[in-house]
């Protein structure tokens, strides 16, 4: 294992998959000289050209059409959003073109696209248009693979997945632990789209955490202590769900909080609730509950943000709830 | 089988028979299309071609295999033109496995990769950035392939439009947008949704080169593309051309068509028409004898693709399931 930032693990996953597949290229506002405003390109311009590494105008349709049409003839492009927020001015290229061309063709083309998301998150008081979570969006249209890695081993394994699925990949990364220094496994590795990974075994409780959660309910865990005995598991890909591992947990716990960052309303949350009372009823002992923001605009003001999205209080509060609810 | 042209260039009486037979066949197609769909054995959007052969043909003439067009809501024609597959389009307007799409796609998205057919696109100006993607991996590839954009001037007031050619120029991409203007966004008329309809200014703007050209006469379309491939292979940058034409048939399927008879009229004249017009031009190549041959040959194909895609399987839904539902 080695010591490094999720950021540096991207880079690493695309220095690597760059390297191996001479088709991968990057594209995307400020990715080539300045290694990108996150530094998540950094070094890469230098190292395979600027044929490999194109910085673009600030045109998001044309450059994410651009993509889409290099990957119809071949090529397997990794496509970058400064933030989430901005996907919004893209959407005709993203989910009627990328998501709906294969089908369209009867299988004809293909659309290997990685589109990272990069700086999502709340938290850090940039206001409304560079606070989003819009996993639920994509997970909506059929024809995307969306994950959600929270850890830098997961940002680096499943980074290397997208770039060699076939399918368009929605990337969702998360600013707040962009630079936070974790243990990586060394040489080559990749982690699976579509599983889900336990992070810590228990009885009383299924925690399903998607994206950046993670880090609120392992604070609210260690805060809880002994109280509860809570089964964590990093739903890592929402599109599509692992519900075989949430159900095997349910099966254990019958208990089950969903923590989200986006807003709760029709999120993955909802989504997991469904297909957990679809698909295993019998095994629930109380009603399922889901934690998100508040649905409203994410404000600016500290007092305000932190008023609207999840908090470590919240999540001990509900897992408490679900642990002391009486059958 | 098909015959490479640039008619300006050999000016034979087959060059010129054979872009003639394209156009017909084209206009007939798209006769038997509104017949059919008004026989309920097509259905779905249908946005006709009918007037505009000239451009389609005459750009997809002067292109290889390995070139990439892609094509717009109303691309039956671009199709025909780019791939020479009648059957292929009639099965799949018909829903049909055999369908150049599978029967996936329809009218508004045919697909033959291996023809350089890169779809039609049911989102007006959708295309457009895609186009420039094909154009970026053939530089990346460093092929000598160019890619072709078809569009509207309904879709110039679109934002792809305007960053595309922006990209393309900064890029230097062999990219070539063809711009059909045909006078209608639907039922809203150019001057209602252009405020300067000179494609060539807007080129302009984004340092691209551009040419006018009549989109009715195929001789005039023929030597603007050669002009357009010879300055995009060389590697200097994409090229507008601002093709003027009139869309003779009503926006979609089989609505009522609510424009001035004496506009439609004058667009339905012989000296407008693509087809009389560029037998005009060439008496001695191309005799009454010889469209009158043409139109049995095209007919009888056409009866040939109907039988073909009338007689062919719909799509396996068990198929489908496996490939396509998650």
Same mark, same amino acid.
């Given at each position: 294992m080695k010591s490094m930032t999720y950021i540096e693990a991207m880079n690493e996953a695309l220095a690597e998959e760059m390297e191996r597949d001479p088709s991968v290229f990057i594209i995307g506002e400020d990715v080539d000289v300045d290694g990108g405003v996150w530094k998540e390109t950094q070094g890469l311009a230098e190292r395979f050209g600027l044929e490999r590494v194109i910085g673009t105008p600030i045109s998001e349709s044309a450059f994410t059409g651009l993509a889409a049409g290099a990957a119809m003839c071949g090529l397997r492009p990794v496509l970058e959003f400064m933030y989430m927020d901005f996907v919004d001015v893209a959407m005709d290229q993203l989910c009627n073109q990328i998501a709906k061309l294969p089908l369209m063709s009867g299988g004809k083309v293909k659309m290997p696209i990685t589109i990272r998301m990069c700086g999502t998150g709340t938290g850090t008081r940039e206001a409304a248009q560079h606070s989003?979570?819009?996993?639920a969006w994509f997970a909506h249209i059929p024809g995307f693979k969306v994950v959600m890695p929270a850890t830098a081993k997961d940002a680096k394994g499943l980074l290397k997945s997208a770039i060699r699925d076939d399918s368009p990949v929605v990337f969702i990364e998360n600013r707040n632990i962009y630079y936070k220094k974790e243990l990586v496994p060394e040489g080559e590795f990749t982690v699976p789209i579509g599983e889900a990974e336990v992070v810590q075994a228990g009885s009383d409780v299924t925690v399903v955490t998607v994206g950046y959660s993670r880090s609120k309910v392992i604070a609210a865990i260690e805060k809880i202590g002994d109280a509860c005995s809570v089964e964590l598991i990093d739903a890592k890909t929402v599109d599509p769900l692992d519900m075989k591992t949430f159900l095997d947990s349910l099966a254990k716990t019958g208990r089950i909080l969903i923590v989200q960052e986006a807003h709760t309303e029709c999120g993955i949350g909802s989504e997991i609730v469904r297909r957990v009372v679809a698909e295993g009823f019998d095994l629930l002992d109380c009603p399922p509950v889901v934690i998100g923001s508040k649905n409203c605009p994410t404000p600016f003001s500290p007092v305000l943000e932190d008023a609207v999205i999840p908090s470590i209080n919240e999540i001990m509060g509900k897992i408490m709830l679900l642990k002391q609810y009486k059958i | 089988m098909r015959v490479k042209n640039k008619i300006k260039e050999t000016g034979t009486a087959e060059a010129v028979s054979s872009i003639y037979k394209r156009m017909l066949t084209i206009r007939r197609f798209e006769e038997r299309v509104k017949q059919l769909y008004r026989g309920g054995e097509i259905y779905g959007a249908i946005h006709l071609y009918i007037g505009q052969e000239a451009i389609a043909v005459g750009v997809c003439d002067a292109l290889e295999d390995s070139d990439f067009v892609f094509s717009t809501h109303r691309g039956h024609g671009h199709y025909l033109a780019k791939t020479g597959d009648v059957s292929g389009a009639m099965a799949e307007l018909m829903g049909r496995a055999t369908g150049c799409s599978k029967g996936h796609g329809g009218s508004m998205h045919m697909f033959d990769p291996l023809k350089g057919f890169m779809g039609g696109n049911g989102? &007006? +100006? +959708? +295309?457009i950035p895609l186009a420039l993607g094909a154009a970026f991996a053939a530089k990346y590839k460093g092929t000598n392939a160019v890619s072709v954009s078809f569009f509207g001037e309904g879709a110039s007031n679109q934002g792809t439009f305007h960053e595309s050619l922006n990209l393309a120029a900064l890029k230097k991409l062999p990219l070539i947008a063809v711009c059909e *203007? *045909?006078?209608?966004a639907a039922t809203t008329p150019v001057k209602a949704s252009t405020a300067d309809e000179d494609m060539a200014k807007r080129a302009a703007g984004y340092n691209v080169q551009a040419l006018t050209v009549d989109g009715n006469d195929v001789e005039d379309v023929s030597q603007a593309i050669h002009k357009a491939l010879s300055h995009v292979r060389a590697g200097k940058g994409p090229f507008l051309l601002d093709c003027k034409t009139y869309r &003779?048939?009503?926006?979609?399927?089989i609505i009522a068509d609510t424009r001035p008879d004496e506009e439609l009229a004058i667009w339905r004249t012989p000296e407008k028409d693509p087809l009389n017009r560029l037998q005009s031009q060439h008496p001695d190549l191309l005799t009454d004898k010889q469209v009158a041959h043409l139109e049995l040959e095209v007919n009888r194909e056409l009866d040939q693709a109907v039988d073909f895609a009338r007689q062919s399987p719909y799509p396996r839904v068990e198929q489908f399931t496996e490939e396509f539902i998650r």
């Amino acid at each position: 294992m080695k010591s490094m930032t999720y950021i540096e693990a991207m880079n690493e996953a695309l220095a690597e998959e760059m390297e191996r597949d001479p088709s991968v290229f990057i594209i995307g506002e400020d990715v080539d000289v300045d290694g990108g405003v996150w530094k998540e390109t950094q070094g890469l311009a230098e190292r395979f050209g600027l044929e490999r590494v194109i910085g673009t105008p600030i045109s998001e349709s044309a450059f994410t059409g651009l993509a889409a049409g290099a990957a119809m003839c071949g090529l397997r492009p990794v496509l970058e959003f400064m933030y989430m927020d901005f996907v919004d001015v893209a959407m005709d290229q993203l989910c009627n073109q990328i998501a709906k061309l294969p089908l369209m063709s009867g299988g004809k083309v293909k659309m290997p696209i990685t589109i990272r998301m990069c700086g999502t998150g709340t938290g850090t008081r940039e206001a409304a248009q560079h606070s989003q979570s819009l996993e639920a969006w994509f997970a909506h249209i059929p024809g995307f693979k969306v994950v959600m890695p929270a850890t830098a081993k997961d940002a680096k394994g499943l980074l290397k997945s997208a770039i060699r699925d076939d399918s368009p990949v929605v990337f969702i990364e998360n600013r707040n632990i962009y630079y936070k220094k974790e243990l990586v496994p060394e040489g080559e590795f990749t982690v699976p789209i579509g599983e889900a990974e336990v992070v810590q075994a228990g009885s009383d409780v299924t925690v399903v955490t998607v994206g950046y959660s993670r880090s609120k309910v392992i604070a609210a865990i260690e805060k809880i202590g002994d109280a509860c005995s809570v089964e964590l598991i990093d739903a890592k890909t929402v599109d599509p769900l692992d519900m075989k591992t949430f159900l095997d947990s349910l099966a254990k716990t019958g208990r089950i909080l969903i923590v989200q960052e986006a807003h709760t309303e029709c999120g993955i949350g909802s989504e997991i609730v469904r297909r957990v009372v679809a698909e295993g009823f019998d095994l629930l002992d109380c009603p399922p509950v889901v934690i998100g923001s508040k649905n409203c605009p994410t404000p600016f003001s500290p007092v305000l943000e932190d008023a609207v999205i999840p908090s470590i209080n919240e999540i001990m509060g509900k897992i408490m709830l679900l642990k002391q609810y009486k059958i | 089988m098909r015959v490479k042209n640039k008619i300006k260039e050999t000016g034979t009486a087959e060059a010129v028979s054979s872009i003639y037979k394209r156009m017909l066949t084209i206009r007939r197609f798209e006769e038997r299309v509104k017949q059919l769909y008004r026989g309920g054995e097509i259905y779905g959007a249908i946005h006709l071609y009918i007037g505009q052969e000239a451009i389609a043909v005459g750009v997809c003439d002067a292109l290889e295999d390995s070139d990439f067009v892609f094509s717009t809501h109303r691309g039956h024609g671009h199709y025909l033109a780019k791939t020479g597959d009648v059957s292929g389009a009639m099965a799949e307007l018909m829903g049909r496995a055999t369908g150049c799409s599978k029967g996936h796609g329809g009218s508004m998205h045919m697909f033959d990769p291996l023809k350089g057919f890169m779809g039609g696109n049911g989102i &007006v +100006g +959708g +295309g457009i950035p895609l186009a420039l993607g094909a154009a970026f991996a053939a530089k990346y590839k460093g092929t000598n392939a160019v890619s072709v954009s078809f569009f509207g001037e309904g879709a110039s007031n679109q934002g792809t439009f305007h960053e595309s050619l922006n990209l393309a120029a900064l890029k230097k991409l062999p990219l070539i947008a063809v711009c059909e *203007n *045909n006078r209608y966004a639907a039922t809203t008329p150019v001057k209602a949704s252009t405020a300067d309809e000179d494609m060539a200014k807007r080129a302009a703007g984004y340092n691209v080169q551009a040419l006018t050209v009549d989109g009715n006469d195929v001789e005039d379309v023929s030597q603007a593309i050669h002009k357009a491939l010879s300055h995009v292979r060389a590697g200097k940058g994409p090229f507008l051309l601002d093709c003027k034409t009139y869309r &003779v048939e009503p926006h979609c399927g089989i609505i009522a068509d609510t424009r001035p008879d004496e506009e439609l009229a004058i667009w339905r004249t012989p000296e407008k028409d693509p087809l009389n017009r560029l037998q005009s031009q060439h008496p001695d190549l191309l005799t009454d004898k010889q469209v009158a041959h043409l139109e049995l040959e095209v007919n009888r194909e056409l009866d040939q693709a109907v039988d073909f895609a009338r007689q062919s399987p719909y799509p396996r839904v068990e198929q489908f399931t496996e490939e396509f539902i998650r």
